[in-house]
């Protein structure tokens, strides 16, 4: 009986996230009436998505101890989830919680180093696509700073892309905190070698209390990878 209530509970729980999930992809079918799943302009394409930092290098921490990777993965999940209801074609640099380094390295710098070389490879072999990362921003002396900013590197494309994400980011998240799009530093080794269009976004501020709340939720998730979504289906 209790095993039979238990299934009954997982589907439910199931059929609850669907129905979110097919309401979010719906409304930005809605908004994006020119690419609706099944349109051959869609599915020539292919996004490579990049959840940053993982495993031992949890990226920015909040003053509650709440790292941005575990964030970072589940908002590039949901993104992912909703481009594909276009018939977007995804790559991920990784799907778990763990970083994608050579784990029996000597020292942390030797597995981060490894880390972010297997995601250049990863967006490289993928030519003619799209990276977009995904980040955490954090500034602690600034604790009431927030809201999203996107980069992008110096590949052709690149510009239009993150400007479209964060024309949707503006609309979406940052209502009365509208943010502009700039090119990224060029010491960021994985968009400075990317050899596609990239784009990183960082979601929010973990040094802002309020702003960390939110990004831990799946609703609040699910509205950010609405917007990325929306940003690449408009600039596709």
């Given at each position: 009986?209790?095993?039979?209530?238990?299934r009954?509970?997982?589907l439910?729980?199931?059929?609850?996230?669907?129905?979110?999930?097919?309401?979010?992809?719906w409304?930005?079918?809605?908004?994006l009436?020119?690419?609706?799943?099944?349109?051959?302009?869609?599915?020539?394409?292919?996004?490579?998505?990049?959840p940053?930092?993982g495993?031992?290098?949890?990226?920015a921490?909040?003053?509650?101890?709440?790292?941005?990777?575990?964030?970072?993965?589940?908002v590039?999940?949901?993104?992912?989830?909703l481009?594909?209801?276009?018939?977007?074609r995804?790559?991920?640099?990784?799907?778990?919680?763990e970083?994608?380094?050579?784990?029996?390295?000597?020292?942390?710098?030797?597995?981060?180093?490894?880390?972010?070389?297997?995601?250049?490879?990863?967006?490289?072999?993928?030519?003619?696509?799209?990276?977009?990362?995904?980040?955490?921003?954090?500034?602690p002396?600034?604790p009431?700073?927030?809201?999203?900013?996107?980069f992008?590197?110096?590949?052709?494309g690149?510009?239009?892309l993150?400007?479209?994400?964060q024309?949707?980011?503006?609309?979406?998240?940052?209502?009365?905190n509208?943010?502009?799009?700039?090119?990224?530093?060029?010491?960021?080794?994985?968009?400075?070698?990317a050899?596609?269009?990239?784009?990183?976004?960082?979601?929010?501020?973990?040094?802002?209390?309020?702003?960390?709340?939110?990004?831990r939720q799946?609703?609040?998730?699910?509205?950010?990878?609405?917007?990325?979504?929306?940003?690449?289906?408009?600039?596709?």
């Amino acid at each position: 009986m209790m095993n039979s209530c238990l299934r009954r509970g997982v589907l439910i729980l199931c059929g609850a996230a669907f129905c979110v999930l097919a309401a979010t992809a719906w409304a930005l079918r809605q908004y994006l009436p020119a690419l609706a799943p099944g349109d051959p302009a869609a599915e020539t394409a292919v996004v490579v998505l990049d959840p940053g930092h993982g495993g031992e290098d949890g990226g920015a921490v909040s003053p509650d101890g709440t790292p941005e990777s575990g964030i970072n993965l589940a908002v590039a999940q949901k993104t992912g989830a909703l481009l594909g209801f276009f018939g977007v074609r995804t790559v991920y640099t990784r799907q778990t919680p763990e970083a994608v380094g050579d784990p029996d390295l000597p020292t942390v710098r030797a597995r981060k180093a490894s880390d972010i070389r297997r995601r250049v490879e990863t967006a490289n072999a993928v030519p003619g696509g799209a990276l977009i990362s995904i980040h955490q921003n954090s500034l602690p002396s600034s604790p009431g700073t927030h809201g999203a900013q996107v980069f992008w590197n110096r590949q052709s494309g690149a510009e239009d892309l993150a400007k479209a994400i964060q024309e949707a980011l503006n609309r979406g998240i940052n209502q009365g905190n509208e943010k502009t799009a700039r090119p990224i530093s060029p010491d960021i080794y994985l968009m400075k070698h990317a050899e596609i269009p990239a784009a990183l976004v960082e979601c929010g501020f973990l040094s802002n209390a309020a702003e960390t709340e939110r990004l831990r939720q799946d609703a609040y998730q699910l509205e950010l990878a609405a917007a990325i979504a929306a940003g690449y289906l408009n600039h596709s």
